[in-house]
């Protein structure tokens, strides 16, 4: 298991930077951003951009 990051609190299990059994993640880092280019920039469409499908 990587080192968890007690920076960065994570509820989805099914993400492969999930930090096993505690909810953390194991990034050193994320980047929040709006992974659709047309997305209006609001807070509803702001997600972390680390996991955005690359185009």
Same mark, same amino acid.
């Given at each position: 298991? &990587? @080192?968890? +990051?007690?920076? %960065?609190? *994570?509820?989805?299990? @099914? $993400?492969?930077?999930?930090? &096993?059994? @505690? +909810?953390? *993640?194991?990034? &050193?880092? %994320?980047?929040?951003? $709006?992974?659709? =280019? &047309?997305?209006?920039? =609001?807070?509803?469409? @702001?997600? *972390?951009?680390?996991? *955005?499908?690359?185009?």
């Amino acid at each position: 298991m &990587d @080192t968890m +990051n007690q920076n %960065i609190k *994570c509820n989805v299990k @099914t $993400c492969q930077y999930h930090s &096993d059994q @505690t +909810n953390y *993640c194991t990034r &050193d880092s %994320i980047h929040v951003n $709006c992974c659709e =280019t &047309d997305a209006p920039q =609001t807070s509803g469409y @702001t997600q *972390c951009s680390s996991f *955005c499908a690359y185009r």
